[in-house]
Protein backbone atom coordinates (compact mmCIF):
# COMPACT_ATOMS: atom_id res chain seq x y z
CA UNK A 1 0.00 0.00 0.00
CA UNK A 2 1.27 3.57 -0.85
CA UNK A 3 2.26 5.76 2.16
CA UNK A 4 -0.56 8.86 2.44
CA UNK A 5 0.82 12.08 3.41
CA UNK A 6 -2.49 14.43 5.26
CA UNK A 7 -1.18 17.42 5.51
CA UNK A 8 -3.09 20.20 7.41
CA UNK A 9 -2.00 23.72 6.30
CA UNK A 10 -3.59 26.33 9.22
CA UNK A 11 -2.14 29.30 7.27
CA UNK A 12 -2.71 32.73 9.46
CA UNK A 13 -5.37 30.97 12.47
CA UNK A 14 -6.10 29.95 15.88
CA UNK A 15 -4.80 31.21 18.70
CA UNK A 16 -2.93 28.94 21.56
CA UNK A 17 -5.97 28.48 22.93
CA UNK A 18 -8.13 27.19 19.90
CA UNK A 19 -4.98 24.56 19.52
CA UNK A 20 -5.75 23.39 22.54
CA UNK A 21 -9.12 23.05 22.11
CA UNK A 22 -8.06 21.42 18.41
CA UNK A 23 -5.87 18.89 20.56
CA UNK A 24 -8.53 17.94 22.76
CA UNK A 25 -10.74 16.88 19.50
CA UNK A 26 -8.33 15.13 17.35
CA UNK A 27 -8.00 11.39 17.01
CA UNK A 28 -4.71 10.02 16.63
CA UNK A 29 -4.12 7.84 13.39
CA UNK A 30 -1.08 5.80 12.07
CA UNK A 31 -0.81 7.45 8.90
CA UNK A 32 1.93 10.25 8.03
CA UNK A 33 -0.19 12.96 9.63
CA UNK A 34 1.69 16.59 9.22
CA UNK A 35 0.65 19.87 10.98
CA UNK A 36 1.68 23.19 9.71
CA UNK A 37 0.76 25.80 11.86
CA UNK A 38 2.12 29.35 12.23
CA UNK A 39 6.23 29.20 13.54
CA UNK A 40 4.99 30.68 16.95
CA UNK A 41 2.79 27.52 17.59
CA UNK A 42 5.10 24.71 16.43
CA UNK A 43 6.57 25.09 20.16
CA UNK A 44 2.94 24.04 21.65
CA UNK A 45 2.46 21.20 19.16
CA UNK A 46 5.75 20.07 19.82
CA UNK A 47 5.68 19.46 23.38
CA UNK A 48 1.77 17.88 22.68
CA UNK A 49 3.75 15.30 20.51
CA UNK A 50 6.15 14.61 23.21
CA UNK A 51 3.56 14.40 26.21
CA UNK A 52 1.24 12.30 23.97
CA UNK A 53 4.10 10.01 22.28
CA UNK A 54 2.00 11.24 19.04
CA UNK A 55 3.01 9.98 15.53
CA UNK A 56 1.98 13.96 13.95
CA UNK A 57 4.64 15.68 12.53
CA UNK A 58 5.15 18.82 11.85
CA UNK A 59 5.76 21.54 9.28
CA UNK A 60 6.51 25.17 8.86
CA UNK A 61 4.64 27.04 6.63
CA UNK A 62 7.65 28.96 4.95
CA UNK A 63 11.34 29.30 5.39
CA UNK A 64 13.83 31.80 4.93
CA UNK A 65 16.28 32.11 1.77
CA UNK A 66 19.06 32.45 3.68
CA UNK A 67 21.12 30.44 6.98
CA UNK A 68 21.12 32.47 10.13
CA UNK A 69 22.63 36.25 9.94
CA UNK A 70 21.53 39.83 9.70
CA UNK A 71 17.83 38.85 8.18
CA UNK A 72 15.16 40.82 10.15
CA UNK A 73 11.94 39.07 10.96
CA UNK A 74 13.02 35.88 8.86
CA UNK A 75 13.07 31.97 10.57
CA UNK A 76 15.97 29.67 9.35
CA UNK A 77 16.07 26.55 8.58
CA UNK A 78 17.64 25.44 11.40
CA UNK A 79 15.54 27.09 13.60
CA UNK A 80 12.74 24.98 12.09
CA UNK A 81 14.48 22.39 11.97
CA UNK A 82 14.62 22.05 16.06
CA UNK A 83 10.36 21.58 16.06
CA UNK A 84 9.89 20.55 12.40
CA UNK A 85 10.06 17.84 9.68
CA UNK A 86 8.42 19.57 6.50
CA UNK A 87 8.04 22.82 5.37
CA UNK A 88 5.54 24.21 2.85
CA UNK A 89 7.45 26.31 0.24
CA UNK A 90 6.09 28.10 -2.75
CA UNK A 91 1.89 28.24 -1.34
CA UNK A 92 0.19 30.54 -4.07
CA UNK A 93 -0.76 32.95 -1.42
CA UNK A 94 2.85 33.32 -1.23
CA UNK A 95 3.15 33.66 -4.81
CA UNK A 96 0.68 36.28 -4.61
CA UNK A 97 0.64 38.45 -1.66
CA UNK A 98 4.21 38.04 -1.59
CA UNK A 99 5.75 38.31 -4.94
CA UNK A 100 7.48 34.97 -4.51
CA UNK A 101 9.66 34.12 -7.62
CA UNK A 102 10.92 30.60 -8.65
CA UNK A 103 14.18 31.75 -8.23
CA UNK A 104 13.34 32.73 -4.61
CA UNK A 105 11.51 29.38 -4.11
CA UNK A 106 14.59 27.50 -5.50
CA UNK A 107 16.53 29.03 -2.78
CA UNK A 108 14.11 28.05 -0.30
CA UNK A 109 14.34 24.39 -1.15
CA UNK A 110 18.02 24.49 -1.57
CA UNK A 111 18.12 25.90 2.09
CA UNK A 112 15.61 23.43 3.66
CA UNK A 113 17.44 20.11 1.82
CA UNK A 114 20.38 21.52 3.56
CA UNK A 115 18.72 21.34 6.67
CA UNK A 116 17.22 17.87 6.54
CA UNK A 117 13.37 19.29 6.16
CA UNK A 118 11.36 18.21 3.75
CA UNK A 119 10.03 20.53 1.12
CA UNK A 120 6.27 20.42 0.17
CA UNK A 121 6.52 22.69 -2.74
CA UNK A 122 3.23 23.84 -3.66
CA UNK A 123 2.53 24.56 -7.73
CA UNK A 124 -0.71 25.53 -9.04
CA UNK A 125 -0.24 23.95 -12.50
CA UNK A 126 2.67 21.61 -14.75
CA UNK A 127 4.30 24.95 -16.02
CA UNK A 128 5.55 25.99 -12.57
CA UNK A 129 7.28 22.55 -12.38
CA UNK A 130 9.04 22.66 -15.41
CA UNK A 131 10.36 26.50 -14.73
CA UNK A 132 12.18 24.62 -11.63
CA UNK A 133 12.94 21.34 -12.94
CA UNK A 134 16.62 22.41 -13.96
CA UNK A 135 17.16 23.48 -10.16
CA UNK A 136 15.13 20.91 -8.27
CA UNK A 137 15.72 17.44 -10.08
CA UNK A 138 18.49 16.32 -7.67
CA UNK A 139 16.29 16.64 -4.77
CA UNK A 140 13.19 14.13 -6.35
CA UNK A 141 13.66 11.58 -3.46
CA UNK A 142 13.80 15.14 -0.93
CA UNK A 143 10.64 16.70 -2.57
CA UNK A 144 7.14 16.48 -2.31
CA UNK A 145 5.17 18.85 -4.47
CA UNK A 146 1.81 19.70 -3.71
CA UNK A 147 -0.15 20.34 -6.92
CA UNK A 148 -2.93 23.09 -6.02
CA UNK A 149 -5.27 24.46 -8.77
CA UNK A 150 -5.77 28.30 -8.59
CA UNK A 151 -9.82 27.50 -8.90
CA UNK A 152 -9.73 25.29 -6.21
CA UNK A 153 -8.29 26.99 -3.14
CA UNK A 154 -10.46 28.18 -0.78
CA UNK A 155 -13.15 28.08 -2.93
CA UNK A 156 -15.24 24.43 -2.28
CA UNK A 157 -15.07 23.75 -5.50
CA UNK A 158 -12.01 21.01 -6.34
CA UNK A 159 -10.16 19.80 -9.14
CA UNK A 160 -11.78 16.50 -10.67
CA UNK A 161 -9.98 13.83 -9.33
CA UNK A 162 -9.34 12.26 -12.94
CA UNK A 163 -7.41 15.64 -13.72
CA UNK A 164 -5.55 16.19 -10.64
CA UNK A 165 -4.27 12.25 -11.31
CA UNK A 166 -3.38 13.33 -14.79
CA UNK A 167 -1.54 16.33 -13.41
CA UNK A 168 0.04 14.40 -10.55
CA UNK A 169 1.07 11.81 -13.70
CA UNK A 170 2.28 14.97 -15.06
CA UNK A 171 4.37 16.15 -12.67
CA UNK A 172 6.24 12.44 -11.62
CA UNK A 173 7.18 12.13 -15.57
CA UNK A 174 9.28 15.75 -15.05
CA UNK A 175 10.41 14.68 -11.53
CA UNK A 176 10.64 11.10 -11.32
CA UNK A 177 10.47 9.73 -7.91
CA UNK A 178 8.47 12.59 -6.38
CA UNK A 179 5.57 12.23 -4.34
CA UNK A 180 2.83 14.35 -5.67
CA UNK A 181 -0.66 15.46 -3.05
CA UNK A 182 -3.72 17.06 -4.72
CA UNK A 183 -4.97 20.59 -2.85
CA UNK A 184 -7.73 22.89 -2.96
CA UNK A 185 -11.09 22.33 -1.56
CA UNK A 186 -10.73 18.92 0.32
CA UNK A 187 -13.45 17.75 2.67
CA UNK A 188 -14.01 14.67 4.58
CA UNK A 189 -16.51 13.52 1.71
CA UNK A 190 -14.21 14.02 -1.17
CA UNK A 191 -10.43 12.98 0.25
CA UNK A 192 -10.80 9.07 -0.69
CA UNK A 193 -11.88 10.05 -4.50
CA UNK A 194 -8.77 12.06 -4.65
CA UNK A 195 -6.32 9.45 -2.34
CA UNK A 196 -7.61 6.42 -4.40
CA UNK A 197 -6.45 7.68 -7.50
CA UNK A 198 -2.88 5.81 -8.40
CA UNK A 199 -1.10 8.85 -8.41
CA UNK A 200 -2.05 10.38 -5.86
CA UNK A 201 -0.14 10.56 -2.69
CA UNK A 202 -1.75 12.28 -0.16
CA UNK A 203 -3.67 15.79 0.46
CA UNK A 204 -2.90 19.60 1.22
CA UNK A 205 -5.84 20.69 3.74
CA UNK A 206 -6.51 24.19 4.36
CA UNK A 207 -10.06 25.36 5.59
CA UNK A 208 -11.20 21.67 6.53
CA UNK A 209 -7.95 21.07 8.68
CA UNK A 210 -9.03 23.57 11.28
CA UNK A 211 -11.97 21.58 12.86
CA UNK A 212 -10.51 18.89 14.49
CA UNK A 213 -13.68 16.37 14.24
CA UNK A 214 -13.55 17.18 9.76
CA UNK A 215 -9.99 16.81 9.87
CA UNK A 216 -10.09 13.25 11.88
CA UNK A 217 -12.57 12.20 9.42
CA UNK A 218 -10.17 13.43 6.63
CA UNK A 219 -7.85 10.96 7.93
CA UNK A 220 -10.26 8.23 8.45
CA UNK A 221 -12.19 8.24 4.82
CA UNK A 222 -8.32 9.13 3.13
P1 LIG B 1 -8.31 24.74 1.09
O1 LIG B 1 -6.78 25.26 1.00
O2 LIG B 1 -8.27 23.30 1.52
O3 LIG B 1 -8.95 25.64 2.09
O4 LIG B 1 -8.90 24.89 -0.29
C1 LIG B 1 -5.77 24.42 0.54
C2 LIG B 1 -4.46 25.16 0.58
O5 LIG B 1 -4.43 26.37 0.34
O6 LIG B 1 -3.40 24.56 0.86
Redesign the pocket.
Known amino acids: MKKLFIVA?W?SNKDSIQINNWIEGFKNTNKEVIICPSFVHLPILKSYISNHKSEIKLGAQDISPYDAGAYTGEVNARQIKEFADYVIIG?S?RRENFNETDELIIKKIDMATKHELMPIL?VSDINQVQNSKVKIQNYNSKLIIAY?PLF????GSPDTPENADKVALDIKSELNGVSVLY????TANNVKSFTQMSNIDGV?????SLDANEFSEIIKNS
Do not use: F, P, Q, Y
Open positions: NKHECEAIGTGGSVLVGGA
